[in-house]
């Protein structure tokens, strides 16, 4: 099974995309995985560039906005089918509220279950904060009602909704990995989403907690027969990258974060 890795535009857009494309590429990444806003003029180009670049696009779709869930709604299933419409490998989406119930969330997930069909594109939702899946419990609801629903996995945002490492959750881990067919690579603690080098030694129990959720949707995959995984190494900029007080320094290199957990799952993530 390969391996497919994408660097978020998320943190570099100080430079131009097609000036930050030439970069992830030099770095050996497969792709990008970039959020796309319908309502900008030129959001097409992403297509041509990443093509110039021989990168693949993953869509992110972050944008929808709306005052009630029903204008919300409208403006996410408008905005999806733009972002569809550009034929990207796969569209990572923020879906819904943690506030809205089941009643206001479950028409955003028929609809992008429609629209994946129709453009016959893997659409994902992604555990999120402040989206429907932003716990565990309220999560694995969904997948009873949902059956066929597909996540991307970022378990560090559980973990500070938890508190915890997730030790008394794993058998709702294990429901939801086989619905992960897509990983951001980043690593939580009970505190926060992002702790502030994954290689220091007061973290190497969060890195071995992700790294043993990460192996098990690698084996789901390969189980499946899955020829490819795809992987965003997604350690953040300030203020998810831990700063010096007064100065807002970072204190890592968000660039340098993300090429060391790629650089540490291919070597580790298979094994």
């Known amino acids: 099974m390969e391996l497919q890795f994408f660097c978020p535009y998320w943190g570099m857009s100080h430079l131009p995309l097609e000036k930050a494309l030439q970069q992830i590429s030099q770095a050996g990444y497969h792709g990008i995985e970039l959020a796309i806003d319908p309502d900008k003029a030129g959001y097409e180009q992403a297509v041509t560039l990443c093509k110039e670049h021989g990168l693949l696009l993953l869509a992110q779709h972050p ?14 299933i408008t905005k999806l089918e733009k972002i569809l419409q550009l034929q990207p490998l796969m569209v990572n989406c923020h879906t819904g509220k943690d506030y809205y119930n089941l009643e206001q969330n479950g028409p955003f ?19 999120h904060r402040g989206r429907f899946t932003f716990c565990t419990t309220t999560t694995a609801q969904y997948l009873r009602v949902f059956p066929e629903l597909a996540l991307t996995a970022d378990f560090s945002h559980w973990c500070v909704v938890s508190e915890s490492l997730l030790e008394e959750q794993q058998g709702i881990i294990d429901q939801v990995v086989p619905h992960c067919i897509h990983l951001h690579a980043r690593v939580g603690f009970a505190q926060g989403p992002q702790v502030s080098h994954p290689a220091a030694n007061e973290y190497q129990q969060e890195l071995q ?9 690698a084996a ?23 700063s010096i007080p007064f100065t807002r320094e970072p204190v890592a290199s968000q660039w340098e974060l993300n090429l060391f957990m790629k650089n540490y799952l291919t070597e580790n993530l298979l094994t």
């Open 63 to 76: 944008y929808a906005k709306g005052a009630t869930a029903e204008a919300l709604l409208q403006d996410y």
């Open 109 to 127: 997930l028929a609809a992008a279950a429609a629209l994946s069909a129709q453009y016959n594109i893997p659409v994902a939702h992604e555990i």
């Open 220 to 242: 789901q995959h390969r189980k499946a027969g899955k020829q490819q995984m795809t992987i965003t190494c997604e350690f953040g900029p300030t203020p998810y990258l831990p």
């Open 209 to 217: 907690a992700h790294l043993r959720w990460w192996q098990q949707i």
